[in-house]
């Protein structure tokens, strides 16, 4: 059982285009009996907020390759990536790196 | 963990975790250190950095920006100026979306103290013939010269900060004030630059429809990113002669480098890898494009950008949104990123492949200076037509037997009777025009002769000739002009051989 869990999810570096536009979004997720982790925020993500174009966001039940993911600020990879248990007031940002130079 | 105390905060590579003070020492060491190893850019040289807006350049300026501005033994020493070309006509854009992105570009640009030039996709069709001429660069050794030059700098400033140290502050401030003064005395030059180059900050609308009538007649995706880039490259080589740049600053980063070699690979570029990924590119001749941002990652570069708040601004692209297998530099693109997810080496094994490529002149060739240049990407022609196993060769011989087909048309002249009087320049279709019918009806085969491999397969996307913007066309049709009155003036040349080297008359003298 996992209780509602407020988070800040961020795009940048272009994936707002799959949002329309909008960077900043500030979610509650309710309560569920699985775990809050990325892995579940992502498919939440999928069905809740992505406008258009999924494949170029998520691949698999990961991120597309060139998505950077980042956790209050730091490497996703240091906290587990997909596996790590969201918190409340956590935020979660994601930068695509795929566009521009 | 590089420092054991601060909290880590990012991976690189496989396994190399920073913190945030470490990986900011590792970022900027790493851009000084891409300039000090290959020693290409003087003190006090005109430097342009090309700015897309986007997160490699946008790390690129801010890196020269606190490298100029550091305490002035470690200063880097060159000046500066930004150009931002506005694409916005050919990634489809309305005129009110692109004047919002050059408002907030200029916003960005005004915090920089570096004189800027914005200038617009649609003033290729401005560009003279020039820029498709390489300048021949005289032989320099390198290594003395660099050293040499920098000795002679500081030894410069040193001499001023002798001759008036009572003038206020200390001799640090002096020194500085030599800088500084250039970069206020360009910048304040700065409207008259943007207007010699860019006239008002939207050009007009029959540019734009021609550039968009160019675009929209190529085929294909990837022949479209080719083609942007090349009018990109050229319009930058413009700008930087125009303005006095020697050097020329690009934001490519290593996994777009990484990229760029494979699909140019792809591309039939194979030839010209080491100056399209390499750490300079002199094919121009007096100016150099160069990459320091190379060894970078997007990884390490977005981070960086997010941690210490690097400005940048996203514009979509020509290839925004589109599926995977639009283009060969999509497809590429996701190819080189899936590996890299499973084999997180794959990149930096591309990139040290490139660093390993070297740029050999032609055998036998002095320096390049007697070879021909493609039109378009200005890299020598790596042609021999007449062989037949090549690829290249299979195409010639694929033209020739096309043109073998129709029956020739005659000249507009009616036989007989001349159409024009002794004196006058040949037309194309005169009376007294001997060159085979082929080449005389159709400028593209002879445009197309004019061309590397890689460029021609691009140009079979492209149906049309006349979109292109005049200077193009106009280079083309001199060349090959040039190259026929070589070819009826040849028999009346004189040979050069090692008796005539001594008797310029072509016989030996009787005594």
């Not at chain 2, 005539?500 to 072509?506: T, W």
């Amino acid at each position: 059982m996992a209780a509602p869990v407020s988070v800040q999810v961020e795009f940048g570096g272009g994936a707002e285009l799959l949002f329309d536009g909008v960077k900043k979004h500030q979610v509650t997720l309710p309560g569920q009996e699985e775990p809050w982790d990325i892995r579940n925020l992502l498919i939440w993500i999928k069905k809740n907020l992505l406008k258009e174009r999924p494949e170029l966001f998520i691949q698999g039940d990961s991120v597309r390759p060139g998505i950077l993911v980042l956790i209050n600020d730091a490497d996703w990879e240091l906290q587990g990536e997909l596996d790590y248990q969201l918190q409340d007031q956590d935020s979660i940002l994601f930068i695509s790196t795929l566009h521009g130079g | 963990m590089k420092c054991k105390e601060g909290l880590p905060v990012l991976i690189i590579r496989a396994g190399d975790a920073f913190c945030k003070d470490c990986f900011k020492a590792y970022y900027v060491h790493k851009f000084r250190a891409m300039l000090g190893k290959n020693r290409l850019v003087f003190p006090g040289e005109k430097v342009l950095l090309a700015w897309s807006g986007g997160p490699s350049s946008s790390s690129m300026i801010w890196q020269v920006q606190e490298g100029l501005s550091r305490e002035s033994a470690k200063r880097l020493r060159f000046v500066p100026g930004i150009i931002y070309i506005d694409e916005g006509a050919v990634c489809g854009q309305s005129p009110e979306e692109r004047a919002k992105t050059v408002v907030e570009m200029k916003l960005i640009l005004q915090t920089i103290a570096f004189p800027y030039h914005i200038v617009s996709l649609e003033e290729v069709f401005n560009l003279p013939t020039s820029v498709l001429q390489p300048v021949s660069q005289g032989p320099r050794g390198f290594e003395n010269t660099y050293k040499e030059a920098v000795d002679g700098f500081i030894q410069q400033q040193q001499q001023q900060q002798q001759r008036a140290p009572e003038e206020g502050g200390g001799e640090a401030v002096l020194s500085d004030e030599q800088i500084q003064e250039k970069l206020r005395q360009l910048s304040t030059q700065d409207p008259v630059g943007q207007e010699e180059v860019a006239g008002d900050s939207l050009p007009r609308p029959a540019q734009t429809t021609a550039l968009m009538t160019l675009f929209s007649s190529v085929k294909t995706l990837t022949a479209r990113e080719e083609l942007l880039q090349t009018l990109r490259a050229h319009l930058i080589l413009h700008v930087a002669r125009v303005q006095g740049y020697t050097k020329v600053m690009l934001g490519d980063s290593c996994t777009r480098l990484a990229i760029k070699l494979m699909t140019n690979l792809a591309l039939g570029r194979g030839a010209f890898l080491a100056w399209d990924t390499g750490f300079s590119d002199d094919r121009h001749g007096d100016v150099v494009m160069l990459r320091p941002m190379r060894d970078y990652t997007l990884k390490e570069i977005a981070f960086y950008n997010r941690m210490f708040g690097v400005p940048s601004v996203f514009t979509p692209a020509i290839d925004t949104k589109a599926p995977e297998k639009a283009s060969i530099h999509r497809l590429m693109e996701s190819f080189i990123l899936r590996l890299q997810a499973q084999f997180p080496s794959t990149i930096s094994t591309v990139y040290r492949t490139s660093e390993k490529l070297v740029k050999a002149p032609r055998n036998g060739d002095a320096a390049g200076a007697a070879t021909a240049r493609c039109l378009l990407c200005m890299c020598a022609l790596d042609i021999d037509s007449t062989d037949s196993a090549t690829a290249f060769g299979a195409q010639t011989l694929e033209r020739l037997a096309q043109k073998l087909s129709p029956a020739p048309v005659l000249p507009t002249g009616a036989p007989g009777r001349p159409c024009c009087t002794k004196g006058t320049r040949l037309q194309p279709g005169c009376c007294r025009d001997t060159r085979p019918s082929s080449e005389r009806e159709e400028p593209r085969a002879s445009f197309i002769e004019q061309l590397c491999y890689s460029c021609r397969v691009n140009m079979k996307d492209v149906p049309f000739l006349e979109p292109f913007p005049p200077y193009i066309l106009m280079e083309s049709q001199c060349r090959s002009q040039r190259a026929w009155e070589k070819q009826e003036v040849q028999e009346f040349l004189f040979e050069e051989s090692e008796e005539e080297a001594l008797h310029p008359l072509g016989f030996s003298p009787q005594f």
